[in-house]
């Protein structure tokens, strides 16, 4: 007798990231970025001026904590 082959459903891990984006940017285009993000969860990188990384966060309401960060 042959096995059946199960097909499994397979989920994206990363489904979208932006990278190298300004306070400026995110302030300014504030509607279209959580707009884009939705009610998704997530993982997020913030850096400094420097460019160097200075929080990591994860987050269950991405568009939330992204205007939460931006009003500091």
Known sequence: MAK?????????IVTG???Q???KVF?????QITELVG???GIYALYNKSGQLYYVGLAT???KRVKQHLYR
């Open 17 to 19: 990231h932006l990278e």
């Open 39 to 41: 009610n998704n969860f």
């Open 61 to 63: 309401d991405l568009k």
């Open 21 to 23: 984006v300004s306070r």
């Open 4 to 12: 059946k082959k199960i097909k499994r459903q397979t989920k994206t």
């Open 27 to 31: 302030t300014e285009f504030q509607k």
